[in-house]
Each structure stands twice: as structure tokens, then as C-alpha cells.
T-cell receptor, first 109, second 112 residues
Framework: AQRVTQPEKLLSVFKGAPVELKCNYS??????LFWYVQYSRQRLQLLLR??SRESIKGFTADLNKGETSFHLKKPFAQEEDSAMYYC???????????FGSGTQLTVLP | KAGVTQTPRYLIKTRGQQVTLSCSPI?????VSWYQQTPGQGLQFLFE???????NKGNFPGRFSGRQFSNSRSEMNVSTLELGDSALYLC???????????FGSGTRLTVV
């Protein structure tokens, strides 16, 4: 069975500080991982996908198969980054996303 | 390009009633998935449809059902509502390939 773990429910950092949101997964196949973000009173939005190795809004995430991790990082946090972040694993065979429990990021001024 | 549209936005129902929620995916998207979001359980997969066929169903009781029409619009139905069915129900549309899903704003269902 697949599983996604986000160990931090809440994370606070100061503006300009680096931020890292942790995500670990358990999956027997080749993982396809995503980060989704939900800003206050907005819909869930796709932030980035590991297969595209892109940087969105300054965020990056690297898949580490050895550590089964897909941590989200940003070198300099901004107040507008405050949101709920979800790590998700896609199972091609089951055609479903398995979400972590989410991390509420607060960037303090 | 219009996004994923879910109707209604809010619903209040009584225990024992049934409810139907609607989702219109992004034009051209043939995959529609449904998720339940609650504070206690987080985001949980309900089912996925592609070209009118249910391809997978999550671990929910048979009271939860859905369907997809030829225009890719989807509905989900919950019968014999229970208090624990109170949740935000999210619809997600995709191309059917794994490029990520686009979510709707959800339908907030409250069962009293």
C-alpha cells in the first residue's frame, strides 16, 4: 500500500529565511510525486511535479529514492507563501493520488 | 480556459437523505476524480472516471457512487447520509495522463 507522510503539521519561518517542507513516501513501484498548495479560501493548486524538475514560485523539490523523500524547498520565504502544502503520490495502476496530511506554513514578517 | 466547476458550493442535508454533487471538468479533460476532505482524515480518494468508465474506487461504502456522462461531466451521489459524511468534496480533472490534476473549489456538504 502507498503512504505519504508529512511530519510537520505546522511550520513557521521568518520572511527571507529558507524553508523546507518534508515529505516521505512508501510505494513499491516507481513513484510519481507532486506538491499541491492551498492558499486561504482558494482551491487546491498543483505547485510542481517531480518529473518536470521545475521551479515554481521559487520552490523546488528533488526526489530522493534512497531516502524515499520529496522535500519542498525555497531559499528565501515570502509572506505570500503562507498556505497549506500537500505532498501527493500518484499511483498509475490505481489511478489515484494519495495525499499527506499537509503542512501549514506561516511566513512571519 | 474555464476551470473545474463544482455545483453546488454548499449543501445542508438531513441524516438519511441522499445528495447529488456535480462536476464539470476542464474542456478536453476526460478523467474526473473525486476526493473527500475532512479535518480528521484529510484528503481521501473516492473514485476516478475516464470516458464514462469507473477505473478505480477508494475505500468508501457503497452509499457513495458516481457516474460520468459522454461530455465528461461527472456526478457523485451519496445515499442514506450520515453525520460523518459532512466534508468538502473535491473534484479533479485531468487528461488521463499523469500531468497532475486540476481541482475544483469543492462542495461543502453538511449533514445535520
Amino acid at each position: 500500500a502507498q503512504r505519504v507522510t508529512q511530519p510537520e503539521k505546522l511550520l513557521s519561518v521568518f520572511k527571507g529565511a529558507p524553508v523546507e517542507l518534508k515529505c516521505n513516501y512508501s510505494y513499491s513501484g516507481s513513484p510519481e510525486l507532486f506538491w499541491y498548495v492551498q492558499y486561504s479560501r482558494q482551491r487546491l493548486q498543483l505547485l510542481l511535479r517531480h518529473i518536470s524538475r521545475e521551479s515554481i514560485k521559487g520552490f523546488t523539490a528533488d526526489l530522493n529514492k534512497g531516502e524515499t523523500s520529496f522535500h519542498l524547498k525555497k531559499p528565501f520565504a515570502q509572506e505570500e507563501d503562507s498556505a497549506m502544502y500537500y505532498c501527493a503520490l500518484f499511483s498509475g495502476s490505481a489511478r489515484q493520488l494519495t495525499f499527506g496530511s499537509g503542512t501549514q506554513l506561516t511566513v512571519l514578517p | 480556459k474555464a476551470g473545474v466547476t463544482q455545483t453546488p458550493r454548499y449543501l445542508i442535508k438531513t441524516r438519511g437523505q441522499q445528495v447529488t454533487l456535480s462536476c464539470s471538468p476542464i474542456s478536453g479533460h476526460r478523467s474526473v476524480s473525486w476526493y473527500q476532505q475532512t479535518p480528521g482524515q484529510g484528503l481521501q480518494f473516492l473514485f476516478e472516471y475516464f470516458s464514462e468508465t469507473q477505473r478505480n474506487k477508494g475505500n468508501f461504502p457503497g452509499r457513495f457512487s458516481g457516474r460520468q456522462f459522454s461530455n465528461s461531466r461527472s456526478e457523485m451521489n451519496v445515499s442514506t447520509l450520515e453525520l460523518g459524511d459532512s466534508a468538502l468534496y473535491l473534484c479533479a480533472s485531468g487528461t488521463g495522463e499523469n500531468y497532475g490534476y486540476t481541482f475544483g473549489s469543492g462542495t461543502r456538504l453538511t449533514v445535520v
